[in-house]
Nanobody, 126 residues
């Protein structure tokens, strides 16, 4: 059974950092793009970043470019989202999601992601 579990959320002051982890099981990560999404209260879900399977190509939303870094360790079945220079507007529930794209496919945030974790809360205080 394919599963994704997020961890690493918490409360941090503006300007601080957090590292989120998405631990996966039940599938071979090389064939899947993994994305991070977030949803703030009263707002639509937003794509944050995405990383492709084997070659690790990355995509970022403009709102996080230069501050967030996505990475993956296929041996550990884990994808990370390093978040630096956090702002209050980054406050949201963060979800990771998986989409099968093949060994050489490209992960895009506009794609249809079939598998989702339950989310982890990130709160940035001003």
């Amino acid at each position: 059974q394919l599963q994704l579990v997020e961890s690493g959320g918490g409360l941090v002051q503006s300007g601080g950092s957090l590292r989120l982890s998405c631990t996966t099981s039940g599938f071979v990560m090389d064939y899947y793009g993994i994305g991070w999404f977030r949803q703030a209260p009263g707002k639509e879900r937003e794509g944050v970043s995405c990383i492709s399977g084997r070659d690790g190509r990355t995509v970022y939303a403009d709102s996080v470019k230069g501050r967030f870094t996505i990475s993956r360790d296929n041996a550990k079945n884990t994808v990370y989202l390093q978040m630096n220079s956090l702002k209050p507007e980054d406050t949201a529930v963060y979800y990771c999601a998986a989409r099968r794209i093949g060994l050489f496919g490209t992960c895009v945030l506009s794609g249809s992601f079939n598998y989702w974790g339950r989310g982890t809360q990130v709160t940035v205080s001003s």
